[in-house]
């Protein structure tokens, strides 16, 4: 798995800090706050995990898939609800864990589909911010790591489901892709 890598974007150490600042802040924000974290399957599974370990408050959690038509390492801009919560976002403060936003067009998405129902309040944090792909006007309120227009994998993201349990978070030889 390691002889594909091409380059890493952010090691194992960068991660470990940024997630624990992360969890400080959502920490301090959330304070006295009926938290419900919703983590996207299945990319954000390794960072959500992480995550809320490092939020020092009480907390609920559930989780969503969605799926964009699209080829393996390209979202298409169609985006279909795949798994739906379990629970109800009524009288909850909402955070939307995600792995990556590209495009935006996934959390556009999510946030007008979860926003109709209700929540208090309704953020998000990403991992990773790829901002020159956007085509959407869509922010995250917080992100670990801005990265540059290259197509990630590790800690959760995969190319063709794989790659997903690396402890980092690389780039890919080419040579991968032309197989
Ligand atoms: P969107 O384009 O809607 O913002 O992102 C859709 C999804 O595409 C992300 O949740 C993620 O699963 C996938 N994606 C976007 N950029 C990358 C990337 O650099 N690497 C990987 N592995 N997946 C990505
Ligand atoms: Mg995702
Ligand atoms: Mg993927």
């Known amino acids: 798995m390691e002889r594909k890598i091409a380059k890493?974007?952010?090691?194992?150490?960068q991660l470990k800090k940024r997630v624990a600042e992360l969890g400080e802040q959502i920490t301090n924000?959330?304070?006295g706050k009926d938290l419900l974290t919703i983590g996207i399957f299945?990319?954000?599974?390794?960072?959500?995990a992480d995550l809320i370990r490092q939020i020092r408050i009480p907390l609920r959690y559930d989780f969503m898939a969605v799926s964009s038509y699209g080829s393996s390492n390209r979202s298409s801009g169609a985006v279909r609800l795949l798994k739906d919560?379990?629970?109800s976002v009524e009288d909850k403060h909402v955070l939307i864990v995600e792995d990556?936003?590209?495009t935006g067009l996934t959390l556009k998405y999510?946030?007008?589909?979860?926003?109709r129902r209700q929540p208090l309040s309704l953020k998000i944090v990403t991992l990773l911010d790829k901002?020159?792909?956007?085509?959407?006007?869509i922010q995250p309120d917080y992100n670990g790591f801005v990265i540059p227009n290259e197509f990630a994998v590790g800690y959760g993201l995969d190319y063709d489901e794989m790659y997903r349990n690396l402890t980092y978070i690389g780039v890919l030889k080419p040579e991968v892709y032309e197989k």
């Open 8 to 13: 890493v974007l952010i090691t194992e150490e």
């Open 29 to 31: 924000e959330y304070f």
């Open 42 to 48: 299945k990319g954000a599974v390794p960072f959500f």
């Open 85 to 87: 919560l379990e629970t």
């Open 100 to 102: 990556i936003v590209d």
């Open 110 to 115: 999510l946030k007008e589909n979860l926003l």
């Open 131 to 137: 901002p020159e792909r956007r085509q959407v006007d």
